[in-house]
């Protein structure tokens, strides 16, 4: 039996999103393969784990201007070598787990597993046949450290093999996929039983609003935002969504109340149906988060954008609006005037919706799993 070990890394909740796809569609449908996903830092070393993904919450949280210097400069000079060094060390104990598991194939969904098998398999160490995913709209150069031992790179547009190509990576290597997302954005719900589980309003649009999320940024920006929507969209209702973050759910509490909006809002805290909910959205409001805006592409959904980290999520935002699919709200920007132009548009919402379904193929994890596969005559 084949084996396929899928690594990735806790740093933002897509690069487990895009492993758990693989994960699920490689068990549907190749049970000859067996199919291992790990989390390549807390195997090396739990405190390490520990650290450093809570030093990137609290950096993208607390000080994201930084955090964003710290992406760019990663690219380059001092913390470029840093980082290469630091994934050189941590690789010499993530070569006993590859060691042990023998995969014929590893899948990586971080720039810090795709650096350090590239470097074992460099070093003569292991030889297993590495695909690296890249789960944003942008590429990073650590990303790209190694791509001579890479054999495939997963990209989610043109303009990222482009990117790829003028690295120096072979074309071969690069394929235009999508990032991988979960099947269930791809099922036909019953939309009568979402609106009367939700107490929805079938005969009014829907906006899906999230403002909580990992990091819940920019709290009385979001609420100033939503406020505008409450004031300028009353012939919409609105799902909005804030996560574990109580607090935002507070004020989104008082913001109804103070608008008199409570037939039109419905307030939720965690749920595990957003597949559902976006299959009877018009719009949805985010901030750019690979997972969130792949999952909106493909359920055919406009963005308006806020609270984008600096560095990875702010390139998603230009890449959105620069294709037309959303509409960044910059922090300099008055929320009242974009709102009330966005609605004011006779067919703004059906043109950015129309320019999604140019930007989300159906098919990025069954065409991830079948190329790879191929190599292995499966």
Known sequence: MKKILILYASYGGGHLSAAKSIQSYLEKYHQDVQVEIIDCIKYISKAIDKLTTSAYREMAKKIPYLWGRVYFDSQKGVLKHVSSRAN?????????????????????THPFS???????????KINPILATILTDFASHEQW??????????????????????????????????????????????DKTSIYNDFGLNPDKKTILF??????????????????SLLSYVKDYQIVAIAGKNEKMKENFEKAVVELNAQDRVKLLGFTDKVPELMSISSLVVTKPGGL????????????????????QEEQNAEFLENHKVGIWIRKTDNPDDVISQIFSSNNLIEQMRDNTKLLAPKDSTKNICETILKTLSI
Do not use: W
């Open 114 to 124: 795709s650096q350090m098998i590239s470097y074992l398999k460099r070093k003569g």
């Open 144 to 189: 790209l450290i190694g791509h001579e031992y890479t054999d495939f790179f997963f990209v989610s547009n043109d303009n990222m093999k482009k990117e790829l190509l003028d690295y120096g990576v072979a074309e071969n290597k690069i394929h235009v996929t999508g990032i991988p997302t979960s099947s269930r954005f791809f099922e036909k719900f």
């Open 210 to 227: 999230f403002g909580g999320g990992e990091f819940g940024l920019g709290k009385q920006r979001t609420i100033q935002i939503f406020k």
């Open 88 to 108: 050189k060390f941590m690789a010499i104990k993530l070569k006993n787990l590859i060691k042990e598991k023998e995969p014929d194939i590893v899948v990586s």
């Open 292 to 311: 969130t805006t792949t999952e909106s592409l493909i359920s055919h959904l406009p963005m308006i954008i806020i609270n984008p980290i600096p560095g």
